[in-house]
T-cell receptor, first 111, second 110 residues
Framework: NAGVTQTPKFQVLKTGQSMTLQCAQD?????MYWYRQDPGMGLRLIYY???????DKGEVPNGYNVSRLNKREFSLRLESAAPSQTSVYFC??????????FGPGTRLTVT | RKEVEQDPGPFNVPEGATVAFNCTYS??????FFWYRQDCRKEPKLLMS???SGNEDGRFTAQLNRASQYISLLIRDSKLSDSATYLC???????????FGRGTSLIVHP
């Protein structure tokens, strides 16, 4: 049981480049989430998907798009990366008791 | 007022000490409560759920006080490996969005 997996683990982008962060879970959970974590800011919700076929904005959605490809996969896309998007990105899924399971994170640097 | 508040610390304690953290929440409709542990540059990991009756897992005890709207985490006999940031998480019934505290930093020293 892999739980929640994320790729890539590290990425360096130049301003204006685009990329997609991939996330998959094998726990058959309905809800999935994308967070970013910056020093001193805590976890902030970017987007979430309550169930397959639905996505909703979180606290900080600007500059991002998401796709819930199927029940397992939820991707996050940066269309035109900016230095302000330098952060650690975590994907998570929600278990039956409302608990969240996190992937190992993607460390993104935008120069 | 933030929805979920935690003292950021750091709490500096010697090995073997007992340490307690509190987390206050503002929404009285909150239904699910959790403590997570996060090591530096790693993902948060579920430490324990917090039930109305309280729960214990080895050296860790979590309690919920609905009247005063806070949850607590007690760590007995602290180990060096307990050094981490402890996040409080609260979910409101009917909402898909959990609310995270910013975490309390614990440093256990020899």
């Amino acid at each position: 049981n892999a739980g929640v997996t994320q790729t890539p683990k590290f990425q360096v982008l130049k301003t204006g480049q685009s990329m997609t962060l991939q996330c998959a879970q094998d726990m058959n959970h309905n809800s999935m989430y994308w967070y970013r974590q910056d020093p001193g800011m805590g976890l902030r919700l970017i987007y979430y998907s309550a169930s397959e076929g639905t996505t909703d904005k979180g606290e900080v959605p600007n500059g991002y798009n998401v796709s819930r490809l199927n029940k397992r996969e939820f991707s996050l896309r940066l269309e035109s990366a900016a230095p302000s998007q330098t952060s650690v990105y975590f994907c998570a899924s929600r278990g039956p008791g409302d608990e969240q399971y996190f992937g190992p994170g993607t460390r993104l640097t935008v120069t | 007022r933030k929805e979920v508040e935690q003292d950021p610390g750091p709490f500096n304690v010697p090995e073997g000490a007992t340490v307690a953290f509190n987390c206050t929440y503002s929404n009285s409709a909150s239904q699910s409560f959790f403590w997570y542990r996060q090591d530096c540059r790693k993902e948060p990991k579920l430490l324990m759920s917090v039930y109305s009756s309280g729960n214990e897992d080895g050296r860790f005890t979590a309690q919920l006080n609905r009247a005063s709207q806070y949850i607590s985490l007690l760590i007995r006999d602290s180990k060096l490996s307990d050094s981490a940031t402890y996040l409080c998480v609260v979910t409101t019934g009917g909402s898909y969005i959990p609310t995270f505290g910013r975490g309390t930093s614990l440093i256990v020293h020899p």
